[in-house]
């Protein structure tokens, strides 16, 4: 284990772990929730990042000044990765590791550094759940990224942020070599497209079901509609983000309550099948490099398993 060595994970949790197991070198978290806001192709990471960091302030995710001041010196820690002995990658199965994922060897590609120049760690088991020894254990199972995934990851990448769902949606189908986990992303990643039948994401309808149960605070629809998930995602923050969306004018889905957050009339006619909350509800979201719009935008058929678009409310 070299004290020149860059590691790369998800979050601040497990830097923290980390440093209790004695991992030597530099420790770099890739903060960003690349499953909202726009993600359009074309970019440099240091462009895409600037896309990024006003998208997080414009949704109320911290303090600006700091935000674009951690993109930075993040993406600068990642363009001196050759100077290092040994970079490795550490992450989870779930949409949000996986796309970390796609981005860093997508761009570790494009700066010359292939195959065998980058080690990998991938984990069906949250990291941040794990103690020191577990941690380890997983460090001494690393490997090698080869040529073929850093191509899979580059294509993957590519589907992601293009502006054609179907790019997206071929995806989905698709196997990447070394990335065993992306498929099973992927497909929840069309399944946050408007549902055909009710307008919803899947997080959107999750989190109304969560409230259907009965009234609760946020931080209670949190830990409800995260457990409907196979590969729980969303953190806290995106999580109150979505309950903020469904609260809102017009036509809101949730109200709250001076207990907590309950379905509104609209909201339990619509999780019933008996309302399309596009309709009513105006549309502008982007989904990695595909922005939807209340007059432009594609639906998510879960029968089909296939998207269809959709040119005006509820068609």
Known sequence: MSTNSLHITNGD??????????????????RDVLFEGPVPAGL?????????????????????????????KRDATLRRASEFDEVVLWFEHDLYDQLHLLQ??????????GSGSVQLVQSDQYLGTLVAEELMSLFSKRRFVTSATSDAAARAWNAFTSGDPAALQTASFDRFAGLPYLHDAFKRLCEEYPALSSGLSRSQKHV????????????????????????????????????ADLSAQPAPLLAQLENGYDVTVLGRRV?????????????????????????????????????????????
């Open 104 to 113: 860093i060897l997508t761009t570790l590609r494009d700066m010359g550094m």
């Open 44 to 72: 440099s990471l240091e462009e895409l990042s600037r896309v990024r960091a006003q998208f997080l302030c414009d949704r109320g995710y911290g303090n600006p000044i700091k935000i674009h001041h951690d993109f930075e």
């Open 208 to 243: 109304l079901e969560a409230a259907a149960q009965g009234t609760a605070s946020a931080e209670e629809l949190f830990k409800r509609s995260q457990n409907r998930e196979e590969a729980a995602f969303m953190g806290d923050m995106s999580c109150y983000r979505v309950v």
């Open 271 to 315: 999780l019933g099948g008996d309302a399309d909350w596009l309709d009513q509800k105006p549309l502008d979201r982007w989904i990695g490099g595909v922005r939807l719009t209340s007059e432009h935008h594609w639906r998510w058929n879960e029968t089909a398993n296939a998207f269809e678009k959709a040119e005006k409310h509820g068609a």
């Open 13 to 30: 949790s497990v830097l923290y772990t980390w440093k209790k197991a004695g991992l030597l070198g530099t420790h770099l978290a890739w």
